[in-house]
């Protein structure tokens, strides 16, 4: 059984982890192989977040590791980021059955966790990667075009919306407008005046 009141005071990442990571709040527990928390530096400046884990996720643990993970990884090396500079979490931490939509039942039970992270690492910037992603953030139907033309407040934080690295596989024609999103990302980045790292 988790103790909201031992999750919501924990002072640190790797205390939240161990106090969720046994979660049955929403059915997606019992089916799941692994909990996925999220993974990278606790003190990161930046964000991404997916929907929920997939296949690969699910197994190992760990968001974005199969072949949309090593498209990640590849982006950031372009941007001259590092994974383990970056936290990377997805809005679910569970694999909701053949890679379906989270419902918004699992949603309004897993969000919260999310907030927490954020709230332990403090990001200065927040990415969200997908459509299905940016529409659960801001409750919103707009279309992925006209939310990455613009910078969201996600709980205070700016939160850009991009494509899914899979999405990029299935359709290498939008590489070049991801392309111009992450160079955008990464300006703005280096304007941030209160931001903790000073590449």
């Known amino acids: 059984e988790i103790n909201k009141e031992e999750w919501e005071n924990s002072s640190d990442i790797i205390s939240l982890k161990a106090q969720i990571s046994g979660c049955l709040k929403c059915p997606l527990g019992n089916t799941r192989t692994n909990f996925v928390f999220g993974v990278g530096n606790p003190d990161a400046d930046v964000m991404f977040i997916g929907e929920a884990p997939g296949a690969d996720e699910d197994e190992q643990g760990e968001p974005f590791v199969g072949r949309a993970g090593q498209l990640l990884n590849k982006i950031l090396q372009a941007i001259e980021w590092k994974r383990e500079e970056v936290f990377i979490a997805n809005i679910l931490k569970c694999r909701p059955p053949n890679n379906r939509d989270p419902l918004s ?95």
């Open 105 to 199: 039942s699992e949603v309004e039970q897993c969000e919260p966790y999310l907030l927490k992270q954020i709230d332990l690492i403090k990001p200065v910037m927040m990415i969200s990667l997908g459509r299905i992603a940016a529409q659960t953030l801001l409750r919103t139907k707009d279309s992925l075009t006209a939310m990455r033309s613009r910078v969201h407040n996600y709980h205070g934080v700016p939160l850009y919306v991009t494509f899914h690295p899979a999405a990029l596989l299935r359709n290498p024609n939008w590489k070049p407008a991801a392309w111009e999103d992450f160079k955008k990302i990464k300006s703005d980045y280096e304007n941030i005046p209160n931001r903790k790292r000073k590449h």
